[in-house]
């Protein structure tokens, strides 16, 4: 759920956030957006960075988001297992001291 438009540019008039340090980038960017959309040259990436993180903080889960969680772990257990991987079988000629270095398995037999 994203904040509407009315909450988000309320935080600040709430002073629920606050800006410590000059962010003269992120200000610049932010006086670019108009009611025609941004106006800047460049791509709007802090304030873009801005928005993601009050969304995270702010933002109040879903309700009921429960349901969702419990359905998606009955669904990871309903998957199979996969079998496991075969063991690998060395060609003949194949170097077993190369393989064991490489794979890192110390009992391997030597030719």
Do not use: C
Request: no cysteine.
């Amino acid at each position: 759920m994203m904040p509407n438009r009315s909450s988000g540019e309320g935080v600040w008039q709430k002073d629920q956030v606050r800006h410590v340090g000059e962010y003269r980038e992120l200000e610049d960017q932010m006086l670019n957006f108009s009611t025609a959309g941004y106006l800047g040259s460049r791509s709007p990436d802090r304030v873009d960075a801005l928005v993601w993180a009050l969304t995270d903080l702010m933002v109040v889960p879903m309700p009921s988001w429960g349901i969702f969680e419990v359905t998606r772990q009955r669904a990871m257990e309903a998957r199979p297992v996969p079998p496991p991987p075969p063991e690998p079988y060395y060609a003949p000629g194949w170097s077993h001291e190369f393989a064991r270095l490489l794979l890192g398995k110390a009992d391997m037999r030597a030719d």
